[in-house]
């Protein structure tokens, strides 16, 4: 089986940007969150804000995608974003054992602004930040050595050396030209949810930057999403300490 590198992240992270970054190397078979299509999706699907009617595929499940990322491995190297959430029922030591892991982090006062803007209704269920500081710490213990992680904000800001650490750290060649690419592609091509309605900006883009936010303000958030974001505070801060610098 040839290598899967997976990026570990949480909704709203600019990870799909990452993504579209990989995309553009050509020499790895890139993945758009698969588990979460059998989370949200699948024949039975996990979301807690799932409705009877629904959206639903019948003989999609985790247990599938898993299968169908193995077949494809078999035939060449894969690289899939994805967010632990999940699938933290699988973390078992063979399991993991399969990937290469990196965790890409972003402030949850940004990402929580931001799934607030897309889904005001959003669960807490949705957001990640637990379930991912609870995998980078079962891989710490399993591998005796620190995953690596980086923070969106260093990506945005020093994008050619953060990447390149990213490849050092999972092991495959560090491609340059991947960092820049032309406007007016299709990120929605290889979104399951909503058409790619969230992608609308990488769209537009032409390599990794910083953005221009234009979400609501945490304190101007209603007191739900400023709970969540207390919450989710220390679990950021957790890896935070340990993120790559550039």
């Keep these: 089986m040839h290598k899967i590198v997976a990026l570990w992240a ?19 078979d890139c993945l758009h969150e698969p588990f979460g299509e059998a989370w949200y999706q699948g024949e039975a699907p996990y979301w807690p804000r799932f409705k009877e009617g629904e959206k639903t595929t019948p003989g999609l499940t985790i247990e599938s995608v898993w299968e169908d990322i193995q077949i494809r491995a078999e035939k060449g190297p894969v690289f899939l974003k994805d967010f632990p959430h999940y699938i933290n029922h699988m973390w078992t030591p063979e399991f993991l054992a399969h990937f290469s892991h990196a965790f890409l982090i972003r402030d949850p006062a940004k990402t929580i602004t931001s799934m607030y803007d897309k889904w005001p209704d959003f669960d807490e269920a949705e957001v990640g930040f637990p379930e991912q500081r609870a995998l980078f710490d079962l891989l710490w213990a399993l591998n005796g050595t620190v995953p690596a992680v980086i923070d969106s904000d260093d ?59 234009k979400y609501v303000d945490l304190e101007d958030a209603p007191f739900r999403v400023q709970r969540v974001h207390k919450r989710m505070k220390p679990h950021y801060e957790h890896l935070y300490q340990h993120r790559i610098k550039a």
């Design 10 to 28: 949480i909704p709203r992270s600019t990870s799909t940007a990452f993504e579209w970054m990989m995309r553009q190397r050509g020499d790895m």
């Design 155 to 213: 990506l945005l800001e020093a994008p050619e050396e953060m990447t390149e650490a990213f490849c050092e750290a999972v092991g495959i060649p560090f491609l340059k030209e991947a960092l820049t690419w032309e406007a007016g592609g299709d990120p929605s091509a290889h979104s399951w949810w909503d058409g790619g309605s969230f992608h609308a900006n990488l769209a537009k883009s032409t390599g990794l930057v910083r953005q221009t936010r």
